[in-house]
């Protein structure tokens, strides 16, 4: 039987399925794909706790594909820069990082367009994803960002989940507890 933890995000009430991730770990699983009503809430309640100016956003793909999108229609931005998790052919040139995130079963790469990274150059960039968890993808943008020659001037996330909720560096807008195999709230 699936179980679900239901919490309030950006004022709006959601059910998350909760998921194995090993015996004794469990997550509620946080997916904004094809819910565009929480995707603009939470863009806009990011978007009201930015703590200092930026000019360019970045995310990984995928899950932070809709949400960087919404955050960048709602502020105007003109562009967006997003980590591909394979190198595509119009790219004039890669960099390239290692990440292995908790709802990932194997080790991956992330990459950034040399073209996008050239932008990047001495720019003040604000990362954002829609998850921290264990901070593995967060901690790959911020080597391409340095990569690139960008400024990282802030980090956020819709939710902080685990430890992530104890980082000083993170904006998020609401704590996603872990779980046992019981269902219980362990963090």
Same mark, same amino acid.
């Given at each position: 039987?699936?179980?679900?933890?239901?919490?309030n995000i950006?004022?709006?009430?959601?059910?998350?399925?909760?998921?194995?991730?090993?015996?004794?770990?469990?997550?509620?699983?946080?997916?904004?794909?094809?819910?565009?009503?929480?995707?603009?809430?939470?863009?806009?309640?990011?978007? #009201? @706790? /930015?703590?200092?100016?930026? +000019?360019?956003?970045? !995310?990984? %793909?995928?899950?932070?594909?809709?949400?960087?999108?919404?955050?960048?229609?709602?502020?105007?931005?003109?562009?967006?820069?997003?980590?591909?998790?394979?190198?595509?052919?119009?790219?004039?040139?890669?960099?390239?990082?290692?990440?292995?995130?908790?709802?990932?079963?194997?080790?991956?790469?992330?990459?950034?367009?040399?073209?996008?990274?050239?932008?990047?150059?001495? #720019? @003040? /960039?604000?990362?954002?994803? +829609?998850?921290?968890? !264990?901070? %593995?993808?967060?901690?790959?943008?911020?080597?391409?960002?340095?990569?690139?020659?960008?400024?990282?001037?802030?980090?956020?996330?819709?939710?902080?989940?685990?430890?992530?909720?104890?980082?000083?560096?993170?904006?998020?807008?609401e704590?996603?507890?872990?779980?046992?195999?019981?269902?219980?709230?362990?963090?």
């Amino acid at each position: 039987m699936q179980r679900f933890h239901t919490m309030n995000i950006a004022g709006l009430e959601r059910k998350l399925p909760i998921c194995r991730v090993t015996d004794d770990l469990y997550i509620a699983g946080f997916v904004i794909f094809g819910d565009p009503e929480l995707t603009v809430a939470c863009a806009a309640e990011l978007l #009201k @706790k /930015i703590p200092c100016e930026y +000019d360019y956003l970045i !995310t990984a %793909e995928a899950k932070g594909i809709p949400l960087i999108h919404e955050m960048a229609r709602q502020s105007g931005a003109k562009k967006y820069f997003l980590a591909r998790k394979a190198p595509k052919l119009y790219m004039t040139g890669v960099f390239e990082v290692n990440v292995r995130s908790i709802t990932t079963a194997k080790e991956q790469k992330l990459y950034l367009d040399a073209a996008d990274a050239e932008m990047m150059k001495g #720019k @003040k /960039i604000l990362i954002v994803d +829609d998850v921290i968890s !264990t901070g %593995e993808s967060l901690r790959a943008l911020e080597e391409l960002v340095n990569k690139a020659g960008g400024e990282i001037v802030g980090k956020m996330a819709i939710l902080a989940e685990g430890d992530a909720q104890k980082r000083e560096d993170l904006v998020y807008l609401e704590p996603l507890p872990l779980f046992n195999a019981k269902g219980e709230i362990i963090g």
